[in-house]
Nanobody, 115 residues
């Protein structure tokens, strides 16, 4: 099992930036993929970005060119750099870790984009 703790959310004005962090502990060597998801009120949870153990990444179309996912293996942490934020980016952002035999989720962090 993997334990995940997100941080870095908050209130930001449109056009601003935030960097989210997802710190992993536990069976981290078993992780194949880590993803950032978001869920806005009244909407389904959606994938924002993900990174494979080999380093390749994928992004949802609405965030391409604005968000960047990266990782620091020494810190067992995955980051989501969010630039040019829009009000429609407002959501609870969660990270997950996909292992061969299961998926683990963090508790989430709120991101609010508003003037």
């Amino acid at each position: 099992q993997v334990q995940l703790v997100e941080s870095g959310g908050g209130l930001v004005q449109p056009g601003g930036s935030l960097r989210l962090s997802c710190a992993a502990s536990g069976s981290i060597l078993s992780i194949d993929y880590m993803g950032w998801y978001r869920q806005a009120p009244g909407k389904q949870r959606e994938l924002v970005a993900g990174i494979y153990s080999g380093g390749s990444t994928n992004y949802a179309d609405p965030v391409k060119g604005r968000f960047t996912i990266s990782r620091d293996n020494a810190k067992n942490t995955v980051y989501l750099q969010m630039n040019s934020l829009k009000p429609e980016d407002t959501a609870v952002y969660c990270c997950n870790a996909v292992r061969r035999f299961g998926v683990d989720w963090g508790q989430g962090t709120q991101v609010t984009v508003s003037s």
